[in-house]
Structure formats: C-alpha cells, structure tokens
C-alpha cells in the first residue's frame, strides 16, 4: 500500500461522516445502565404512586449493585471521552447532546449514590438482597424502629434523589428521541454503532 493511500485511509477514518465501530464493553455498560436506570426510576415511581413500600429492599439492592457498574462507566467516559458523531450536526444539535450526555452521566452517578446516602444517614443501614452492609441504626427505646444518623444529611439526599431523577428523565426522553431523529430522519449509523453493527 502506498503512503498517499495510507494517508487517505487514515483520513478516511478520522472523518466524522465515518462511524468506527465502539468496544463491546462501551456497547454493554450503555445498555446495562440505560435500562437499569430506567428500570429504577419506573419502579421509584410506583412505589410512590402506590405506597409500595414492601418493593424499598428491592429498589435498594438494585441501585447498589448497579452503582458499582455506572462508576466504572463514568471512569471509563472520563478517561476516553465520547464517542464522535457518526456526522456533521449543527452547533445546536451538537450543544443539546453534549448537554444531555452530560446529565446522563453525572446523573447516573447521582441517583444512587443520593439514595445510598439517604438511607445510610437516615439511619436505615444498608442490606443489598439480605446481605447487610451497614447495620441500621436501630432505637434503643424502640426496636422497630431506626434512628437517623444525619438527618440534615438524609434529608438532602432525599430532595436531590427526587429532583436529579427528573432531570434525568427528561434527558432520557431527549436522548431516546434523538437516537431515532439519527435513525429515522439522518439515516445514519448513529443508533446502529450502540448496538454494535
């Protein structure tokens, strides 16, 4: 091969109108804390709506296991960055899905570590699938009871676990309606190159 096709062909592959593919460990962690996420908050949303506080240890367990998951994907975005756009986009398209790649990430990290936080320094220890990590903090006067450890502290984690979930449902719904604009309306390999094709 000759220097000037190298040239070309190295080129040709830094161009953004090309879509190299992504690493199977990047396709994986997208999609196992994409849907776990938004497992999460469907069932955060239920046992509000209908008291179904018998589902807490579950939702709890969940979020435990899958923040170990969502550190290692935010460790490996901040080290490599994004991926580049499979195309050219205008300046507000490509200001709007930094933005929501942004929220997504920090937001991730966020939801969890609140929850683990708010039931910690409220007092009710930490028991992932009845393995317990942290005791609870259990009332001398009354046994069925907990104590907080911080309540300020607790009471915080509590207001930012609500508030960021909503944040990040909005930039989900951004972020799945821009996923089809690529796939439907671009045509281009955007959606294709998550799903590893």
Known sequence: MSHSHSLRAEDDINS????????RLTIALHWLVG?????????????????????????????????????IRAWRRVRQGWPKPVNEYTR???????????????GSVLIPLSG??????????????GLE??????DPAN???????????AGIAHQMHGMVSNLVIVALVLHIIGALKHHVIDKDNTLKRMLGR
């Open 92 to 106: 507000m398209e490509q200001r709007l899905s930094k933005i929501t790649h942004y929220v997504l990430l920090i």
């Open 16 to 23: 953004p109108t090309v879509s190299p593919t992504l690493d």
């Open 116 to 129: 683990l936080v708010m039931t910690i320094a409220g007092g009710r220890g930490l028991e992932v699938f």
């Open 143 to 153: 046994p069925d009871k907990t104590l907080p450890l911080i309540a300020p502290l």
């Open 133 to 138: 990590v942290i005791g609870a903090n259990i």
């Open 35 to 71: 849907w776990s996420i938004m497992g999460l908050l469907a069932l955060g949303i239920y046992m509000e709506e209908n008291d179904a506080y018998h589902l807490y240890g579950l939702h709890k367990s969940l979020g435990a296991l899958i923040f170990i998951v969502i550190v």
